[in-house]
C-alpha cells in the first residue's frame, strides 16, 4: 500500500506543506511525524516546490534548541520575533536582562556594556546601559587608560603576550 510508482500520495498537499512549513514554522521532522511520513518524503516534495533548506535561521535543521548558543562569546536565546533579535533569530541575553531591568527594549544604538568584561555575566549588577555608542566607546578607552597608569607606575607588567599583576 503506497509504495514506490503506486500513485498514493503520502505527503499532505502542496498547499498545505507550503503553509505548514513556510506560515507556521514547522520543521520537517515535525511535519512528517504529523501525517506519519519520512522527513525525507517531506524535503523531497519541498525541493520540488523549489523551497529549499536554509543552513542557518529558525527553519534550520542547524539550530540547537537543547543546548544554550553563543555568539562571540555572549549567551544568545532564540526569539526570533524579538525587536532586537539578529538575522538567526537569535537575541542575546544581556538586551534580555536590561530590557526587564528598565521595562523596555534598548535601542541598537543604546550599547550595553559588561562592567566586569565578563560576556558571560549577565547579571543586572554587572550590565551598564550605555546612552550612545560614543559613551560605549569612552567606557573602553578609560579602562585602556587605567591598565596605561597602572602599566607606567609599575603595578602591572607585561610579559609572554599576558598582562600581570606585580
Known amino acids: 500500500m503506497g509504495g514506490k510508482g503506486s500513485g498514493i500520495r503520502k505527503a499532505p498537499p502542496d498547499e498545505l506543506l507550503i503553509r505548514l512549513y513556510q506560515d507556521e514554522r514547522y520543521s520537517s521532522g515535525q511535519i512528517a511525524e504529523k501525517h506519519g511520513i519520512t522527513r525525507t518524503t517531506v ?17 534550520s535543521r542547524n ?37 526587564k531591568e528598565i521595562g523596555r527594549t534598548p ?21 551598564y546601559l550605555c546612552k550612545s555608542n560614543r559613551e560605549h566607546q569612552l567606557l573602553h578607552r578609560g579602562i585602556e587608560k587605567i591598565v596605561q597608569d597602572l602599566f607606567l607606575k609599575g603595578i602591572i607588567g607585561f610579559r609572554k603576550g599576558k598582562y600581570y599583576v606585580v
Open 43 to 59: 524535503c523531497r516534495h519541498l525541493r520540488r516546490l523549489g523551497i529549499t533548506r536554509p543552513e542557518s535561521g529558525s527553519n
Open 63 to 99: 539550530r540547537n534548541f537543547h543546548k544554550k548558543q553563543y555568539k562571540h562569546g555572549y549567551p544568545i536565546t532564540f526569539l526570533p520575533e524579538h525587536p532586537r533579535a539578529i538575522n538567526t533569530g537569535y537575541v542575546y541575553d544581556h538586551v534580555l536582562v536590561i530590557e
Open 107 to 127: 535601542k541598537s544604538n543604546e550599547p550595553i556594556h559588561h562592567i566586569d568584561y565578563d560576556r558571560m555575566n549577565c547579571n543586572p549588577n554587572n550590565l
